[in-house]
């Protein structure tokens, strides 16, 4: 089992700028990737970010050039940093991992999620 600790979030006016962090714990054998994603109200939660273990990146267009992820893997947490914030990221953001065990299994685990808000 691999648990998501989430940190960061809150409230912010448009254009600034704010800060999540992730941390996974537990039994960790590999971990594929991490990454978030969000979900506002009345809509499916989406992928904003994600990096592979390998360094590759995806990013939703709706934030490519405002959010920056990274990661730093022999501590297993990842980070989104989000700048020029519009009150269209308001959402739940959700900490995303894909660990792969010693029977080279794959599961996903998702964090309990952390209210990012942005008023106009």
């Known amino acids: 089992q691999v648990q998501l600790v989430e940190s960061g979030g809150g409230l912010v006016q448009a254009g600034g700028s704010l800060r999540l962090s992730c941390a996974a714990s537990g039994t960790i054998v590999s971990i594929v990737s991490m990454g978030w994603y969000r979900q506002a109200p009345g809509k499916q939660r989406e992928l904003v970010a994600r990096?592979?273990?390998?360094?590759?990146?995806n990013y939703a267009d709706s934030v490519k050039g405002r959010f920056t992820i990274s990661r730093d893997n022999a501590k297993n947490t990842v980070a989104l940093q989000m700048n020029s914030l519009q009150p269209e990221d308001t959402a739940v953001y959700y900490c995303h991992t894909v660990h792969r065990d010693s029977w080279l299994d794959e599961y996903e685990y998702w964090g309990q999620g952390t209210q990012v808000t942005v008023s106009s």
């Open positions: 990096m592979k273990t390998n360094g590759s990146r």
